[in-house]
């Protein structure tokens, strides 16, 4: 059998308003919480056995997924009473693993939206004997990310955080925040502390000469740290760009879900998404969006790249680009909103109040 851990308790600080109420991995995505495309990407790669490391907002999870059976898993959760890293989680969670010492257990992030050939990774971990194997990327700018330079056989010779310089940029490869561990390997993690396997667990293993294999795959990859990925995500999800079995209906342009209600008129487009009882009023335009459930786009507004909370209103004529508007929020009529705006959950802006444009 094999089993994986999601790493799921991060707070999302920098999603907020987004993850006010709702825990980052919970935050839809192409209608359905981002976390589902990840449990049935895993379970389509022959996953049978999940350990959630829950911790933020830790009562969410269980009641929607319960025990996994509606995507044909196992599922059990642990909640960190404190943070404690990504190391630190791996290790708590680790009497609920069910392997033994030498299998393979797979360990994603949570905020990972990517077109990982799993079984790849899988194969790449066993034919090459690796105590831990890493799915890197290559990336134009790498320098917001940890660089994993490899030898000619992909065995990893060093972990760079964050290069500041020309010259410590010594390759595009980064650790793109999939792994699969050697069972045992898990248990070597210091206990009842925080552990960055990053800043930690990895470089402490190299240094006493333990295996570790790196893969490249360069598909479909995306970190949804932010509101405007997280929104390019969906998008991409809904357009196909992004692989997923979990998508709620026909990847194209839009999609509508059921109880959802779309003027005749109204244009959508750029893989918007108009979740189950949101309106969408007569000619307003909305392209490459997320509009959630219950929210309101009033006539004739023009919504881009944005992300409309749920229960969220939006009002007649009102233009938002590259925004983010939080649950229960009104906006009034007349508003213009640029990119990087945010509106606190239950905030209310009245009609023509503000003009915040990134041009300007």
């Given amino acids: 059998m094999t ?7 991060g707070r999302g600080t920098r999603l907020r308003p987004l993850t006010v109420r709702t825990p980052k991995p919970m935050v839809p995505a ?6 589902t ?14 350990v959630l490391a829950t911790s933020y907002l830790a009562e969410v999870f269980e009641p929607y997924f319960g025990d996994g059976s509606a995507l044909g898993l196992h599922l059990e ?3 960190e009473v404190e943070p404690l890293g990504t190391g630190g ?9 069910r392997s033994g010492p030498d299998d393979p257990v797979l360990v994603f992030n949570g905020d990972i939206l990517t077109g990982l050939d799993i079984g790849a990774l899988l194969d790449t971990h066993r034919d090459s004997g690796a105590d831990v194997s890493l799915h890197l990327s290559r990336v134009e700018d790498p320098r917001a990310f940890g660089l994993v330079p490899t030898d000619a056989d992909g065995r990893v010779r060093a972990f760079l ?6 010259e410590e940029i010594v390759t595009d490869q980064i650790n793109a925040g999939a792994y699969v561990f050697r069972r045992s390997v898990i248990d070597t993690v210091p206990a009842g502390r925080p552990v960055s396997v990053e800043r930690e667990t990895f ?47 026909r990847r194209g342009e839009c999609l509508v879900l059921p109880g959802a209600s779309v003027a005749p008129d109204a244009k959508l487009s750029g893989g918007t998404v108009v979740a189950e009882g949101a309106v969408v ?33 939006v009002g007649a004529r009102t233009a938002l680009s590259g925004a983010v508007v939080g649950d229960g929020a009104d906006i009034g009529a007349d508003n213009e909103l640029g990119a990087g705006a945010r509106v606190w959950c239950d905030a209310v802006l009245p009609a023509a109040a503000i003009r915040f444009s990134s041009d300007e």
């Fill in 89 to 97: 989680a791996l290790r708590n969670v680790a009497p609920r693993l």
């Fill in 37 to 50: 495309h990840q449990l049935a990407r895993a379970r389509a790669a022959g996953v049978e056995h999940v």
């Fill in 203 to 249: 470089p402490g293993l190299l240094a006493a000469g333990a295996h570790l294999q790196g893969m490249v795959d360069s598909t479909y990859w995306l970190d949804l740290g932010t509101p405007q990925a997280f929104v390019r995500g969906s998008a991409d999800l809904v357009l196909g760009r992004a692989p997923s079995p979990a998508v709620p209906g």
């Fill in 77 to 79: 959760y642990v909640t």
């Fill in 161 to 166: 955080e964050k290069p500041q310089t020309p």
């Fill in 281 to 313: 009023g007569a000619g307003a335009r909305v392209h490459g969006s997320a509009v959630l459930a219950g929210a309101v786009v009033g006539p004739d507004a023009v919504v881009t790249d944005s992300y409309v909370g749920p229960g969220a209103r």
């Fill in 30 to 35: 192409a209608g359905v919480p981002f976390l």
């Fill in 3 to 9: 089993e994986a851990i999601l790493l799921v308790g």
